[in-house]
């Protein structure tokens, strides 16, 4: 069974190299508020993904961290 939506919890800090790679059900992540590093392809080829929150304090966006996914809702959030 595929996994649609994925909520992190506050205590992840950074999300590695391929993390989430090929997971092709996966809809709609919500990032930890205290996440600060997503590493090269974490989301690669995650082609059903559409939405993605995205925590405000975040430094480090790695390459291709979406590349091959289809995202249409990319949001910043402001959260504290």
């Known amino acids: 069974y595929a ?3 994925i909520i992190l919890p506050n205590t992840v800090t950074k999300i ?3 993390s ?3 997971c092709s059900g996966l809809e709609k992540i ?3 508020e205290n996440l600060d590093y997503i590493g090269n392809y974490a989301f690669y080829n995650c082609s059903s993904l559409k939405t993605i929150i995205i925590p405000e304090k975040i430094t480090t ?4 961290m979406f ?3 289809y995202i249409l809702s ?5 959260c504290k």
């Open 67 to 69: 590349w091959l996914s």
């Open 74 to 78: 990319f949001t910043k959030s402001s």
């Open 16 to 18: 590695d190299v391929n």
């Open 61 to 64: 966006i790695s390459s291709y």
């Open 20 to 22: 989430f790679i090929c």
């Open 3 to 5: 996994i649609k939506e």
């Open 30 to 32: 919500v990032l930890s």
